[in-house]
């Protein structure tokens, strides 16, 4: 079954630092364009970082510009996200998918849908 995993979230003080990662049982994605999306508590879904295929272009969303930063590694099929000077409003559920621009890309269907998603929460 073909399935996105996030991993590396947990609690951490405002300041800190955290590194989260996104894998695929069952298929590869080292030819998608990739992101990472979040939801926070009585929030909608947002675009925090996409990445492109090659890893050579990336887009930050402004509130995390100069502390986030995404990465890949195709050899390894992994997503990465390196999160640092964390905020009390990064609190949230992070998510990985493809991406087409800012969005969500339809191939997400190729994954089934959104994985179960990493928790971040960060303490005043």
């Known amino acids: 079954q073909v399935q996105l995993v996030e991993s590396g979230g947990g609690l951490v003080h405002a300041g800190g630092s955290l590194t989260l990662s996104c894998t695929a049982s069952?298929?590869?994605?080292?030819?998608?364009?990739m992101g990472w999306f979040r939801q926070g508590p009585g929030k909608e879904r947002e675009v925090v970082a996409t990445i492109s295929w090659y890893g050579d272009i990336t887009y930050y969303t402004d509130s995390v510009k100069g502390r986030f930063t995404i990465s890949r590694d195709n050899a390894k099929n992994m997503l990465y996200l390196q999160m640092n000077s964390l905020k009390p409003e990064d609190t949230a559920t992070y998510y990985c998918t493809p991406t087409y621009g800012d969005q969500p890309s339809p191939l997400l269907a190729d994954f089934g849908s959104w994985g179960q998603g990493t928790q971040v929460t960060v303490s005043s």
């Open positions: 069952g298929r590869t994605f080292s030819s998608y364009a």
